[in-house]
């Protein structure tokens, strides 16, 4: 696996083996085999009838509907639902990539990369650490076999690089948050459609913060953004990117929420190696900082 935080891109050394299943899954006791087996037995039950032709995309959604039923969170099963959620992540993301601003069903496309990325955050949670060192490029090579399968697109080298450089990010801080000693939980898809990853709560102080983890770029241009339509001024903006954190309100009234925007960049944080920060300090000094400034009690 390339080094999470060096990225490069992506050639997947299983994909030239995924051609003839038979063999690959006969040769092949690992989880991926088995997460394999579990998408594909789900998505031949989510046939339609005889006489009834049916869309992949729709069979997929029934397969993991029928996955999740199962109320099984292991593993294997985590990284099958994430399988299976990869053909309508892979149409989100193309919609979006294609139009940008708004569109027909873009919160419906909105939650489908949301699912996605929640159950592949959720899968990397799940995996001991030896198995995180190999978890990007097999899952890589795992949705090309199962979309071509389908007979569907499949992520682009640049796309899925894209997803999952953000979201080492993501399990990065919250790992290390876990690991500092604060309580941690990644939030629910509404929250997370309100620009919260997860919530942060120092256990002595019991205050908490709502974190939306950026990357270096993305930090960037959102400040830039809010300073263009007034929300910070030019001094505000740039304290923010000095601190590398800055606190918004997201919403209105009743639906206002509170949000810290965190940039976890590997130029300050130190590298991120198997979603995991190799210096936990610079991290746990910008988290102080970020509760002592942002923190409320909920």
Known sequence: MQRVGTWKRFRPKLRGQLSDATVYESQDDSIYAAARRLALEAVGQAKSGRYKPDSALKRCARAVARLRDRHVEDSEHLLALLILQAPGAVRAQREMDRHRGGYKNRQARLFELIDFNDTFVDTVLSLSETERTTFTDRLKAEIDY??????VPTLSDKQYEAIAHGLSREIALFIEAKRLGYQARMTSRSQDAMGIDMIITDPATKKSIGIDVKTHSA???????LQRRNRLSEEERLQCEL?????????????????????????????????????????????RQALKYHGTYL
């Open 219 to 225: 930090f960037h241009w959102r400040m830039v953004d």
């Open 243 to 287: 601190a590398g954190f800055c606190g918004i309100t997201n919403g209105k009234g009743d639906r206002a929420v509170n949000t810290v925007l965190f940039r976890v960049a590997t130029d300050r944080l130190g590298p991120i190696h198997h979603y995991r920060f190799v210096d936990s300090d610079p991290v746990a000094q910008l988290l």
């Open 146 to 151: 199962f979309c071509n399968y389908m007979h």
